[in-house]
Antibody, heavy 122, light 110 residues
Framework: EVQLVESGGGLVQPGRSLRLSCAAS????????MHWVRQAPGKGLEWVSG????????DYADSVKGRFTISRDNPKNSLYLQMNSLRAEDTALYYC???????????????WGQGALVTVSS | QSVLTQPPSVSAAPGQKVTISCSGS????????VSWYHQLPGTAPKLLIY???KRPSGIPDRFSGSKSGTSATLGITGLQTGDEADYYC???????????FGTGTKVTVL
């Protein structure tokens, strides 16, 4: 059974940092691209960042570029999102999601975690 | 400010059909695969359609997808109360080098 479990969310002050982790199981992790997608309270889905199977191709939404860094550790079946210089508008539920393909092109996100809540507030 | 536009809401009676449109451009829908997701209240999104018109195992054939030019459409037939959810389209935007989702559509079963 495929499982994606996010951790690391919480309340953080503006300008501070937070690191999200996503532990994957039930599939061959290094065969697939992975993504972070967020959803602000009462709002729609926003793609945040994606990383292909071997970390050679990484992209970010303009809203987080230069502040967030995605990475993966294939031997540990883990995905990460380092979030720096956090802003109030980064407040959201952050989902880890598995792509059907090995590249970034959103071929279909077939498994999602339950999300990690990040609240940026003073 | 999403680059993919969906109607805010659609509704129909049980057993009827609804369609949800997703309008984009040549840099996204026009040249990349479209996927569709639904999200029940308080839960994570779930994949309904991938590669424009393919259904993952376990998704009933009441759900269908199509694409023409720079627009895509999700169809739901035999509408059930359990289909009440928010629906999103998604694709890659080659100009932005970023994933993009639609604005979302709330389906209401009357």
């Amino acid at each position: 059974e495929v499982q994606l479990v996010e951790s690391g969310g919480g309340l953080v002050q503006p300008g501070r940092s937070l690191r999200l982790s996503c532990a994957a199981s039930g599939f061959t992790f290094d065969d697939y691209a992975m993504h972070w997608v967020r959803q602000a309270p009462g709002k729609g889905l926003e793609w945040v960042s994606g990383i292909n199977w071997n970390s050679n191709n990484i992209d970010y939404a303009d809203s987080v570029k230069g502040r967030f860094t995605i990475s993966r550790d294939n031997p540990k079946n883990s995905l990460y999102l380092q979030m720096n210089s956090l802003r109030a508008e980064d407040t959201a539920l952050y989902y880890c999601a598995k792509d059907r393909g090995e590249q970034l092109w959103l071929q279909g996100l077939d498994y999602w975690g339950q999300g990690a809540l990040v609240t940026v507030s003073s | 400010q999403s680059v993919l536009t969906q109607p805010p809401s659609v509704s129909a009676a049980p057993g009827q059909k609804v369609t949800i449109s997703c309008s984009g451009s040549s840099s996204n829908i026009g040249n990349n695969y479209v996927s569709w997701y639904h999200q029940l209240p308080g839960t994570a999104p779930k994949l309904l359609i991938y590669e424009n018109n393919k259904r993952p195992s376990g998704i009933p054939d009441r759900f269908s997808g199509s694409k023409s030019g720079t627009s895509a459409t999700l169809g739901i037939t035999g509408l059930q109360t359990g289909d009440e959810a928010d629906y999103y389209c998604g694709t890659w935007d080659s100009s932005l080098s970023a994933g993009v989702f639609g604005t979302g559509t709330k389906v209401t079963v009357l």
